[in-house]
Protein backbone atom coordinates (compact mmCIF):
# COMPACT_ATOMS: atom_id res chain seq x y z
CA UNK A 1 0.00 0.00 0.00
CA UNK A 2 0.97 3.51 -0.91
CA UNK A 3 0.54 6.06 1.24
CA UNK A 4 -1.54 9.12 0.10
CA UNK A 5 -3.17 6.99 -3.05
CA UNK A 6 -6.62 6.64 -1.14
CA UNK A 7 -8.80 9.55 -1.22
CA UNK A 8 -9.69 9.41 2.31
CA UNK A 9 -5.85 10.48 3.16
CA UNK A 10 -6.46 13.30 0.73
CA UNK A 11 -6.65 15.97 3.60
CA UNK A 12 -5.80 19.63 3.47
CA UNK A 13 -1.73 20.25 4.52
CA UNK A 14 -1.74 21.58 7.80
CA UNK A 15 0.57 24.49 9.24
CA UNK A 16 1.71 21.95 12.25
CA UNK A 17 3.36 19.55 9.75
CA UNK A 18 7.02 21.58 9.75
CA UNK A 19 7.87 20.46 5.77
CA UNK A 20 10.53 22.90 5.46
CA UNK A 21 13.94 24.13 6.72
CA UNK A 22 12.60 27.13 7.58
CA UNK A 23 9.82 25.96 9.29
CA UNK A 24 11.41 23.38 10.90
CA UNK A 25 14.34 25.32 12.23
CA UNK A 26 12.21 27.71 13.74
CA UNK A 27 10.05 25.35 15.57
CA UNK A 28 12.68 23.97 17.18
CA UNK A 29 14.20 27.29 18.35
CA UNK A 30 10.79 28.56 18.77
CA UNK A 31 9.18 25.46 20.84
CA UNK A 32 7.59 26.82 24.21
CA UNK A 33 6.55 30.19 22.51
CA UNK A 34 3.41 28.81 20.86
CA UNK A 35 -0.24 29.13 21.69
CA UNK A 36 -2.25 26.66 23.28
CA UNK A 37 -6.08 26.26 23.63
CA UNK A 38 -8.16 24.01 25.66
CA UNK A 39 -8.35 20.16 25.27
CA UNK A 40 -10.78 18.07 23.79
CA UNK A 41 -13.50 16.38 25.75
CA UNK A 42 -15.16 14.43 23.45
CA UNK A 43 -15.16 10.95 23.55
CA UNK A 44 -12.01 8.80 22.10
CA UNK A 45 -12.21 6.79 19.07
CA UNK A 46 -12.15 3.51 20.78
CA UNK A 47 -13.20 2.97 24.40
CA UNK A 48 -10.27 0.88 26.37
CA UNK A 49 -7.89 1.01 23.39
CA UNK A 50 -10.17 -1.32 21.71
CA UNK A 51 -9.47 -0.72 18.06
CA UNK A 52 -11.90 0.59 15.48
CA UNK A 53 -12.69 -1.49 12.25
CA UNK A 54 -9.74 -1.20 9.97
CA UNK A 55 -10.33 -1.04 6.03
CA UNK A 56 -7.51 -1.99 3.37
CA UNK A 57 -6.63 1.91 2.88
CA UNK A 58 -6.01 2.37 6.32
CA UNK A 59 -2.76 3.38 7.25
CA UNK A 60 -0.97 0.99 9.20
CA UNK A 61 0.71 3.06 11.99
CA UNK A 62 3.92 2.34 14.21
CA UNK A 63 4.65 3.73 17.62
CA UNK A 64 8.29 4.03 19.46
CA UNK A 65 8.78 6.12 22.32
CA UNK A 66 8.60 6.30 26.14
CA UNK A 67 5.87 7.03 28.65
CA UNK A 68 4.30 9.61 26.75
CA UNK A 69 3.20 6.44 24.42
CA UNK A 70 3.11 3.56 26.32
CA UNK A 71 -0.04 4.09 28.59
CA UNK A 72 -1.03 3.77 31.92
CA UNK A 73 0.41 0.56 32.71
CA UNK A 74 3.69 2.04 31.30
CA UNK A 75 4.30 -0.33 28.56
CA UNK A 76 2.44 -0.41 25.52
CA UNK A 77 2.86 -4.14 24.92
CA UNK A 78 0.00 -4.58 27.76
CA UNK A 79 -2.64 -2.65 24.89
CA UNK A 80 -3.87 0.76 24.73
CA UNK A 81 -5.80 2.60 27.44
CA UNK A 82 -7.00 5.84 28.23
CA UNK A 83 -3.72 7.38 28.10
CA UNK A 84 -2.12 5.79 25.38
CA UNK A 85 -2.66 8.74 22.65
CA UNK A 86 -3.04 5.59 19.79
CA UNK A 87 -6.37 5.22 21.53
CA UNK A 88 -7.41 8.29 19.99
CA UNK A 89 -5.83 8.67 16.99
CA UNK A 90 -6.83 5.35 15.38
CA UNK A 91 -9.55 5.06 13.58
CA UNK A 92 -10.71 7.08 10.34
CA UNK A 93 -7.92 6.01 8.05
CA UNK A 94 -5.76 5.25 11.05
CA UNK A 95 -4.71 1.36 12.25
CA UNK A 96 -2.37 0.68 15.30
CA UNK A 97 0.50 -1.55 13.87
CA UNK A 98 2.43 -2.32 16.57
CA UNK A 99 5.61 -1.21 18.10
CA UNK A 100 7.26 -0.78 21.67
CA UNK A 101 7.42 1.76 24.08
CA UNK A 102 8.06 1.96 27.75
CA UNK A 103 7.99 4.56 30.67
CA UNK A 104 11.58 5.94 31.88
CA UNK A 105 13.20 4.65 28.18
CA UNK A 106 15.95 6.31 26.83
CA UNK A 107 16.26 6.53 22.84
CA UNK A 108 19.14 4.26 23.19
CA UNK A 109 16.60 1.60 25.13
CA UNK A 110 14.10 1.77 22.29
CA UNK A 111 16.77 1.28 19.96
CA UNK A 112 17.87 -2.27 21.89
CA UNK A 113 14.07 -3.37 22.15
CA UNK A 114 12.13 -1.92 18.98
CA UNK A 115 11.24 -5.12 16.57
CA UNK A 116 10.01 -4.80 12.77
CA UNK A 117 6.93 -3.96 12.36
CA UNK A 118 4.63 -4.03 9.48
CA UNK A 119 3.57 -0.28 9.09
CA UNK A 120 2.89 2.54 6.85
CA UNK A 121 3.81 5.05 8.90
CA UNK A 122 6.44 5.39 12.27
CA UNK A 123 5.72 7.94 14.86
CA UNK A 124 8.66 7.97 16.64
CA UNK A 125 8.40 10.40 20.13
CA UNK A 126 11.51 10.06 22.50
CA UNK A 127 14.11 12.26 23.86
CA UNK A 128 12.33 13.23 27.09
CA UNK A 129 14.85 10.74 29.17
CA UNK A 130 17.77 11.12 27.20
CA UNK A 131 17.17 15.19 28.50
CA UNK A 132 16.34 13.50 32.18
CA UNK A 133 19.56 11.70 32.20
CA UNK A 134 22.03 14.35 30.60
CA UNK A 135 21.89 12.84 27.24
CA UNK A 136 22.50 15.19 24.45
CA UNK A 137 20.81 14.78 20.99
CA UNK A 138 24.42 13.67 19.29
CA UNK A 139 24.71 10.91 21.91
CA UNK A 140 21.03 9.84 20.77
CA UNK A 141 22.01 10.03 17.09
CA UNK A 142 22.76 6.97 16.06
CA UNK A 143 20.12 4.93 18.02
CA UNK A 144 17.35 7.26 16.35
CA UNK A 145 18.64 5.67 12.65
CA UNK A 146 19.09 2.55 14.70
CA UNK A 147 15.14 2.36 15.26
CA UNK A 148 14.34 4.13 11.90
CA UNK A 149 15.91 0.84 10.18
CA UNK A 150 15.06 -1.95 12.77
CA UNK A 151 11.17 -0.80 12.31
CA UNK A 152 11.54 -0.31 8.85
CA UNK A 153 8.11 1.37 8.37
CA UNK A 154 7.51 3.03 4.51
CA UNK A 155 7.64 6.79 6.33
CA UNK A 156 9.26 8.44 9.12
CA UNK A 157 7.42 11.26 11.26
CA UNK A 158 9.60 12.20 14.04
CA UNK A 159 7.59 13.88 17.15
CA UNK A 160 8.26 16.45 18.83
CA UNK A 161 9.06 16.42 22.99
CA UNK A 162 7.04 18.19 25.12
CA UNK A 163 7.60 20.60 27.54
CA UNK A 164 10.03 19.34 30.27
CA UNK A 165 9.57 21.61 33.58
CA UNK A 166 12.57 19.90 35.26
CA UNK A 167 14.94 21.49 32.76
CA UNK A 168 13.12 23.54 30.15
CA UNK A 169 16.58 24.59 28.27
CA UNK A 170 17.89 21.31 28.35
CA UNK A 171 14.57 19.65 26.76
CA UNK A 172 14.68 22.83 24.15
CA UNK A 173 18.60 22.34 23.07
CA UNK A 174 17.53 19.24 22.66
CA UNK A 175 14.51 19.25 20.36
CA UNK A 176 16.97 21.84 18.30
CA UNK A 177 19.32 19.36 17.21
CA UNK A 178 16.87 16.91 16.71
CA UNK A 179 14.73 19.00 14.33
CA UNK A 180 18.22 19.89 12.36
CA UNK A 181 18.80 16.12 12.50
CA UNK A 182 15.67 15.57 11.21
CA UNK A 183 15.68 18.30 8.42
CA UNK A 184 18.89 17.23 7.09
CA UNK A 185 18.01 13.52 7.04
CA UNK A 186 14.72 13.96 5.42
CA UNK A 187 11.90 13.02 8.09
CA UNK A 188 9.71 15.24 8.94
CA UNK A 189 9.65 16.83 12.56
CA UNK A 190 5.76 16.91 13.50
CA UNK A 191 4.93 18.86 16.63
CA UNK A 192 1.84 17.27 17.73
CA UNK A 193 2.21 19.42 21.80
CA UNK A 194 1.60 22.90 20.70
CA UNK A 195 -1.74 22.97 22.44
CA UNK A 196 0.46 22.26 25.67
CA UNK A 197 3.57 24.74 25.30
CA UNK A 198 3.64 27.69 27.69
CA UNK A 199 6.69 30.57 27.86
CA UNK A 200 9.93 29.91 28.63
CA UNK A 201 9.79 25.59 27.87
CA UNK A 202 7.14 25.08 30.69
CA UNK A 203 3.30 23.80 29.81
CA UNK A 204 0.22 25.74 29.38
CA UNK A 205 -1.52 26.44 32.27
CA UNK A 206 -3.52 23.06 33.09
CA UNK A 207 -2.03 20.97 30.57
CA UNK A 208 0.19 18.89 32.38
CA UNK A 209 -0.16 17.92 36.38
CA UNK A 210 3.86 16.78 37.28
CA UNK A 211 5.58 18.97 34.54
CA UNK A 212 6.83 15.81 32.38
CA UNK A 213 3.41 14.31 31.09
CA UNK A 214 0.00 15.84 29.94
CA UNK A 215 -2.74 15.58 31.66
CA UNK A 216 -5.81 12.64 30.71
CA UNK A 217 -7.44 14.72 28.41
CA UNK A 218 -4.26 16.11 27.18
CA UNK A 219 -3.69 12.40 25.92
CA UNK A 220 -6.68 12.52 24.12
CA UNK A 221 -5.81 16.03 23.17
CA UNK A 222 -2.41 14.68 21.64
CA UNK A 223 -4.00 11.79 20.36
CA UNK A 224 -6.03 13.53 17.91
CA UNK A 225 -3.63 15.96 17.04
CA UNK A 226 -1.33 13.14 15.92
CA UNK A 227 -4.33 11.49 13.89
CA UNK A 228 -4.24 14.66 11.28
CA UNK A 229 -0.82 15.12 11.63
CA UNK A 230 -0.41 11.08 10.28
CA UNK A 231 -2.81 11.87 7.50
CA UNK A 232 -1.29 15.32 6.71
CA UNK A 233 1.70 13.74 6.01
CA UNK A 234 0.36 11.11 3.96
CA UNK A 235 -1.42 13.41 1.79
CA UNK A 236 1.79 14.57 0.86
CA UNK A 237 3.28 13.97 -2.59
CA UNK A 238 6.94 14.12 -1.19
CA UNK A 239 8.39 10.80 0.28
CA UNK A 240 9.43 11.56 3.57
CA UNK A 241 11.71 9.12 4.47
CA UNK A 242 15.66 8.40 2.39
CA UNK A 243 15.84 6.75 -0.80
Known sequence: MTPGSSPRRSVRRRARLLGTAATVTAAALAVALSACSAPSTTAPRAEGGVAPAASADDLRVAVVGDSLSAGR???????????????YAQG?????????????????????????????????????NDVRHGTSFAEAEASYESIIGTVGADRVLIAAIPPYQPAPEEAMAYEADLASWAYGEGYPLIDPWLFARGADGQWAPATSAD???????????????????????????????RG
Open 211 to 241: GIHPTAAGYERLGRELHELILDEAASPADST
Open 92 to 128: DGVVFAGGWARAGATVEQMAAAVSPVDADVLVLMGGT
Open 73 to 87: SGFLGNGLDDESWMT
